[in-house]
């Protein structure tokens, strides 16, 4: 760059000191005897600078050093005026000129920069030499169009008009005067000449300035040789007329007009700092070599044929098109020598340029294929899409977000755009070739880490972004780091797109915490594992609700239990604004209890949870003292949203006699007499203080004689909540108890727990629980299980003698998110005699920064183990376990055949699934496809059968295939990535996320409520319906039932059971427990077939048995004998297994008595009903999901500590009585 400064008079000395300049120094400059001296050196500065970018000073007078000793300097206010205001303050002064050039200050290189180096300017020489070659060659059309080679020439063409008249039938004789000569008129001839001239002109600069020492090479060029064949010719005729009407190929300017086209594009490109793809300048390249093929070939043709056959332009372009696409009609044809020459020319050329130029476009296509293309601007800004970024791209990955995704139906309009910075898999690509997919999922090849990637998708335009992990990478710290970078890759490409982002261990959360949404893992996995333990099959109850269904699974199945399990699994969670709803607007100003009640029994709907429009936070039940208000958003579990329901009422015609619809009863008409009178009473009974009556007006219903035995009635639900009416588990009341409690037990283990928050979060971003602590930390030492140490000498779970079951959780490494399965199981509304003892066996001993932080928590133990090893799990104390979770291990989540990463895990499981067959084992799995194998009988007809439903519900489209596998559906398997769809939904419904975490104890919103479980027992069955006890729950303690855990017996036919099963001596113990079910049939023997089918299946094999034992009788004695020995193959492999337990137990010091004591019940089936009708009958030992209300949030006004409401007993009974057949 060179900088020239002119300065006038003044020096540069002056004006950076910022001194005056002297008026005489300004309007005549002095010079000094030396200045020749100086002028010359200045030359010589100049001189050198002219070819070496530099600065040169133009100084007129550079000896004023004594004016500058004279001239005083400026105020400082002057100077920071001047600072302010810039060159404002001296408009009137000579300043500093500067001239800035990008170049050579030469004539040639001026020229150079304006045609050929600045990317504006040679753009539009460009496009004017275009326009030029455009403009000759409609030239010549039009001098064809108008030429008749009939007509004389000229002069110079005597002897052409003395033969033109014989030389029509004889097609050998050519008239060459015909090919050499055309008729041009005058005015054509001037505008032709005029473009040659400029042409010519133009091209000669062009190469004048772009030569660098070889003019052959400049001249051999074939756009030169082409640039004089087509302008000196005319520029020739300006000066000798008679060649005036001489021919000129001037069609040949069609190829300097293709390349000067495809410069013109690649300049336009470069000067709005845009980039073309290969594929559109490949492509483009082809079409323009075709079309000046072609025009060549016609123009060509057309000329040389005036000596033959006359063919016009139209014919000759008819017989190119025929003779390049391969068809050759014939019925044109070249007559003469020359133009058949012409054809073969262009044959040969044709054969030789264009199947390069496809063999360039298909490798560009191919390897387009593999990046993906681009998503073009016009369609980001016409139509909706989203972008997935994924690290690697696998089938099951894309099947489940392309399945929820479009679930729902405000989302088919929109495109996934998937950015994958691996290839496209060969599985996927199949999938993404079905129509279905085809036209609304494109796939790119490239990294979220790129701005011309992020461009590529669009990803300013997208509306939304979702970033998901590589959950099976062995490294799941280093795939949350590239997490985290494509986070923060895509807010800083995109600012305003919405962020979606999976990360997978907890401490990487907070990097990520400006996405829209975000859910971790790790947390979420062992959170839903801990409440597993506590709220059987709580995994199976969250997965059913983050998947979109419409309840159809199931429902062409023979199986009662199908059907009924498949319609209630169609129950998502929705929300509404109160004044816009039908379900919940009629109870504006009423309290939450009693619409969540009377929107349940009148619409089927339950109504879990609602926001206050001026709060953000959701609240789960937040209980009576709740006033539902219009414009609050209430949230609801139903089978579809109320947008997309009808409504049809059946109660029309009670409201036109006047009689009440809210009863008592849903259908009393429907109730025999005496369940009516037999569930009329007075909750005094079971009350500890019933004396105040202003409790028992409002809580009981009038008795009959004053019986004070009668079972309590449901009393109604209250609009307005009264203090008095409403039991709450009072956190005070239930200490006060724990403490009286255990002090009379042996031991004072747990009565000197304390209610706080934990002191030591192993992560950032965790939320803040209250929890049971230990007054003071337990040292180190003291949590090693099978140790002892100085502070206690006990080394196994015997010794310990805990009150409870144990919970054991094998991983492999002790990770922060095992914290969040320990504070679920130790949150302060779990009573204190039900906190059961966890014991975490791990692969690999856990370091001290996770021990300090669960050194708080009572009856947390660790132990180094595997559970391949049957002497970790004895000492562990697994027979003394009412749970066994086995979380997947990370070492094992990839391996070379995808699903085999789950095979050493199942193998395992299965083992401790014949060693110990009552203890309950909840399994993590990598592929929710490896289901099937858990509990695996080969030969179980009824598992076949199974794995047929499944393959008929996935050819149906359904999202939940897998949903009727028995292990899922009792909540004894699952699979994280089941909970990707959370993320999913999280794009429709921003508010699941937050309503997930609630659930499973993650957060702890003050007043939001918290979910647990209540079991049935036979002291409940008066309850009789699920809607009933809907009512009774929220007239007593004020919780909300969501859905049922229900078991059934079931006999699996297997020729060869893995079970051992002594028909002779388990009659006695099954006719004994047939007693109450008798009771119980002939009170509900007017219910639905779901409670009535076990028990007549029961009966019937009970009816089998005997009648078999009898046939046996007669029988010959070879059968007798055949039978005993598969009586006993079956008693000797259970036997066997028994006893190779107990003789470890023996090897190890540890008793036996424990393992004697455990049962077979693996003959049951389990399943999860979310939300049942109104009218679903109870059945003995169903476990209600309840969510109950946050007890601190009416602590200070509830004053019934000692009381207890009716359903109290059996819910704090349910950890305790759920395997009451083993005891420590």
């Not at 040949?252 to 594009?265: F, H, Q, S, T, V």
């Not at 997935?388 to 489940?400: G, Y």
């Not at 699934?913 to 289901?931: C, D, K, V």
Request: aromatic share 10%.
């Amino acid at each position: 760059m060179n900088i020239f400064f002119n300065l006038r008079g003044t020096m540069v000395r002056q004006i950076a000191e910022d001194r005056p300049v002297p008026e005489a120094a300004m309007s005549h400059p002095r010079r000094s005897s030396s200045s020749h001296g100086d002028r010359s050196s200045t030359e010589t500065l100049q001189k050198n600078n002219s070819s070496n970018s530099g600065v040169i000073l133009d100084i007129s007078a550079l000896k004023m050093a004594e004016v500058d000793t004279e001239v005083p300097p400026l105020p400082p206010r002057y100077r920071f005026r001047d600072l302010l205001l810039g060159d404002q303050t001296f408009q009137n002064d000579d300043r500093v000129q500067v001239e800035f050039y990008v170049n050579e200050n030469t004539f040639k290189e001026r020229l150079k920069l304006f045609f050929i180096k600045n990317q504006r300017s040679s753009l539009r020489i460009r496009l004017f030499n275009f326009s030029l070659k455009i403009l000759t060659c409609a030239l010549y059309i039009l001098r064809v169009s108008l030429d008749n080679p009939q007509v004389v020439n000229g002069n110079s063409c005597a002897t052409c008009r003395n033969n033109s008249g014989t030389n029509t039938t004889e097609s050998a004789e050519i008239n060459w005067e015909l090919i050499f000569w055309v008729n041009r008129p005058v005015p054509l001839w001037a505008i032709q000449v005029t473009v040659a001239l400029i042409s010519f002109l133009e091209t000669m600069l062009i190469t004048y300035l772009s030569y660098k020492g070889n003019i052959w090479e400049q001249i051999f060029q074939i756009s030169f040789i082409l640039e004089m064949i087509n302008t000196v010719p005319f520029i020739i005729t300006i000066f000798w007329d008679p060649l005036r009407n001489i021919f000129v190929p001037v069609f040949l300017n069609c190829w300097l007009a293709k390349g000067a086209l495809e410069n013109m594009i690649n300049d336009f490109h470069r000067a709005i700092q845009r980039t073309h793809s290969a594929m559109f300048n490949q492509v483009f390249i082809l079409i323009c070599t075709l079309l000046c093929l072609v025009f060549t070939g016609a123009c060509g043709i057309q000329h040389l044929e005036r000596a033959g056959k006359h063919l016009s332009l139209f014919d000759s372009f008819y017989f190119c098109i025929v003779t390049f696409s391969t068809v050759g009609y014939g019925d044109v044809t070249p007559q003469i020598w020359p133009s058949k020459l012409l054809v073969v020319i262009l044959i040969c050329v044709a054969l030789v340029v264009l199947p390069l130029q496809f063999e360039e476009l298909a490798y560009l296509w191919m390897e387009s294929q593999k990046l993906g293309g681009n998503y073009s601007r016009h369609r980001a800004q016409t139509e909706k899409h989203v972008v997935l970024c994924v690290s690697s791209l696998k089938i099951d990955l894309l099947m489940d977000f392309l399945n929820e995704f479009y679930a729902h139906p405000r989302l088919q309009d929109y495109y996934v755009v998937i950015l994958c910075p691996t290839e496209i898999d060969i599985q996927v690509r199949r999938i993404l070739q079905i129509p279905l997919w085809s036209q609304r999922v494109i796939y790119l090849q490239g990294s979220a880490l790129k701005d011309q990637d992020l461009m590529r998708a669009k990803m300013d335009d997208a509306e939304a972004c979702f970033i998901l992990s590589s959950r099976n990478e062995v490294d799941r710290t280093a795939a949350d780091h590239q997490t985290i970078l494509r986070a923060w890759a895509a807010k800083d490409f995109a600012p305003n797109c919405p962020l979606y982002v999976q990360i997978l261990k907890p401490e990487n959360k907070f990097h990520v915490k400006f996405a829209d949404h975000v859910v971790c893992e790790e947390e979420f996995k062992y959170a839903m594992l801990a409440l597993n333990c506590v709220c059987p099959a709580t995994s199976t109850l969250v997965t059913l609700l983050v998947h979109t269904s419409r309840g159809q699974e199931g429902q062409l199945s023979p199986e009662q239990w199908q059907r009924t399990y498949g319609r209630c699994s169609g129950n998502e969670v929705y929300h509404i604004r109160l004044c816009d709803s039908k379900f919940f607007g009629e109870y504006d100003g009423k309290s939450f209890t009693y619409a969540s009640f009377h929107a349940h029994k009148k619409y089927g709907v339950c109504l879990i949870g609602v926001k206050k429009e001026d709060n953000k936070s959701i609240l789960l039940n937040p209980g009576p003292r709740h006033i539902m208000a219009a414009p609050d958003t209430c949230y609801y579990i139903n089978i579809t949203k109320e947008e997309n329901s009808a409504f049809i009422f059946k109660q029309e015609e009670k409201h036109n006699k006047g009689l009440p619809v809210t009863g008592l009863y849903d259908a009393p008409s429907r109730l025999p007499v005496h369940s009516i009178i037999a569930s009329m009473g007075t909750v005094a009974i079971d009350l500890q203080n019933p004396d105040p009556p202003e409790e028992s007006s409002k809580l009981t219903l009038p008795t009959e004689n004053g019986a004070g035995s009668r079972r309590p009635s449901i009393a109604p639900v209250l609009e307005i909540a009264d203090s008095s009416a409403i039991l709450p588990c009072d956190l005070l009341s239930d200490q006060s108890e724990d403490e009286t409690n255990q002090s009379d037990e042996e031991g004072s283990v747990g009565s000197d727990f304390v209610k706080g928050y934990p002191p030591n979060s192993p992560y950032i971003g965790s939320s803040p629980t209250l929890c049971h602590l230990l007054p003071q930390k337990a040292p180190f030492c003291c949590l090693r299980l099978d140790k002892g140490c100085t502070h206690s000498s006990f080394e196994d779970a015997k010794a310990y003698g805990f009150k409870n079951k144990l919970i054991i959780v094998s991983a492999e490494t002790a990770g922060n998110g095992l914290y969040n399965f320990i504070v679920p199981l130790r949150a302060y509304y779990r009573p204190r005699k039900e906190l059961n003892p966890i014991v975490l066996l791990l692969d690999n001993p856990p370091d001290n920064h996770f021990l300090e932080a669960i050194c708080c928590f009572p009856m947390v133990y660790f132990m180094a183990g595997t559970i391949d090893n049957l002497d970790n799990l004895l000492q562990c104390g697994i027979i003394y376990a009412d749970n066994l979770v086995v979380v997947d291990k990370e070492s094992t989540m990839s391996a070379e055949e995808d699903y085999m990463a789950d095979a050493k895990t199942i193998v395992n499981v299965q083992t401790m699934f014949r060693l110990f067959p009552s203890l309950s084992i909840i399994t993590e799995l990598t592929h929710p496809s490896n289901m099937r194998f858990m509990q695996f009988r080969a030969k179980d007809c009824y598992s076949l059968a199974l794995s047929k439903l499944e393959k008929i519900e996935r050819d149906k489209g359904s999202n939940l295939a897998f949903m009727f596998r028995l292990p899922f559906a009792a909540g004894r398997v699952f699979s994280i990535s089941m909970l990707d769809t959370l993320l999913y939904q999280s794009f429709v419904k921003d508010y699941m996320i937050a309503i997930a975490r609630l659930l499973l104890g993650l957060d702890t919103t003050p007043g939001s409520g918290y979910l647990c479980a209540m079991k049935i027992t036979e002291e409940d069955l008066w309850i009789r319906t699920y809607g009933r006890l809907f009512q009774k729950l929220c007239s007593s303690s004020a919780e909300i039932p969501i859905g049922i855990y229900r078991t059934e017996s079931h006999m699996f036919s297997t020729s060869e059971s893995q079970v051992s099963i002594n028909v002779e001596q388990g009659m006695e113990h099954r006719e004994r427990g047939e007693s109450w079910k008798e009771k119980t049939a002939h009170r509900n023997s007017t219910t639905s077939d779901q409670s009535e089918h076990p028990l007549l299946r029961k009966k019937s094999m009970q009816w089998a048995r005997r009648l078999s034992r009898k046939a046996n009788k007669p029988s010959s004695r070879a059968e007798r004998i055949s039978q005993q020995r598969l009586n006993l193959y079956r008693r000797s492999e259970r036997q066997e297994l028994s006893e190779l337990v107990k003789n470890r137990m023996k090897h190890l010091g540890l008793p036996t008595v424990g393992y004697d004591e455990m049962n077979d019940h693996q003959n049951t089936l389990s399943y999860v009903l979310i939300n049942p009708p109104p009218d679903t009958m109870l059945e003995l030992n169903d476990i209600v999901y309840i969510i109950r209300s946050d007890p601190l949030a009416h602590m200070p006004e509830d004053s019934q500590g000692g009381q207890a409401r009716p359903t109290t007993k059996n819910q704090q009974e349910f950890g305790t009585e759920t395997r009451d057949e083993t005891h420590l």
